[in-house]
């Protein structure tokens, strides 16, 4: 099945692509989850549409994500979450709160889609995260978690 993407799809695409994907996968995943819209001869209007916005979020050339990826590797990260005595985390951090501290702590402004956790941080200390700042710059990124 024919289908375009509204929303980044890790292992399949970005928002705006058009991909070919399993009829099942479609229909019970993507589609009811509004992440994808099925293709239509008048979906190349929402294409269009869906890849100017992308361009407006995404950082802008190359040498601007390269500068931000400088500034992302050497800013300190910490994140302050609940934990219990063992230092294991009253639930988990995630990527709304990685962009938050990246921001606070003098990196530049990062959407939260395009940070990647590999596991869920579940515990206090130092855990990588993986940055997409363009596409074809990331950074590998430690953020520090504190007990708060």
């Known amino acids: 099945m024919k289908i375009i993407l509204t929303q980044p799809v890790t292992g399949l695409g970005d928002a705006g692509d058009v991909v070919d994907v399993k009829d099942g996968y479609a229909r019970n995943f993507l589609l009811p989850r509004k992440v994808a819209t099925p293709w239509t001869k008048g979906g190349q209007k929402q294409v269009d549409s869906i890849k ?3 361009a407006k979020r995404a950082v802008r050339s190359a040498e601007d994500a390269a500068a931000a990826k400088a500034r992302l590797e050497g800013a300190e990260i910490t994140v302050a979450a609940r ?3 063992g230092g294991r985390l009253f639930g988990a951090v995630t990527p709304g709160e990685i962009a938050d501290a990246i921001l606070a ?3 530049p402004q990062v959407d ?3 940070i990647e956790v590999r596991s869920p941080i ?5 855990h990588a995260v993986h940055v997409r700042l363009h596409e074809d710059v990331a950074a590998d ?3 520090s978690v504190v007990a708060g």
């Open 112 to 114: 939260k889609r395009r």
């Open 141 to 143: 990124v430690t953020v």
């Open 83 to 85: 934990a219990g005595s």
């Open 105 to 107: 702590g003098g990196g």
């Open 122 to 126: 579940r515990s206090v200390g130092e």
């Open 52 to 54: 100017a916005a992308r």
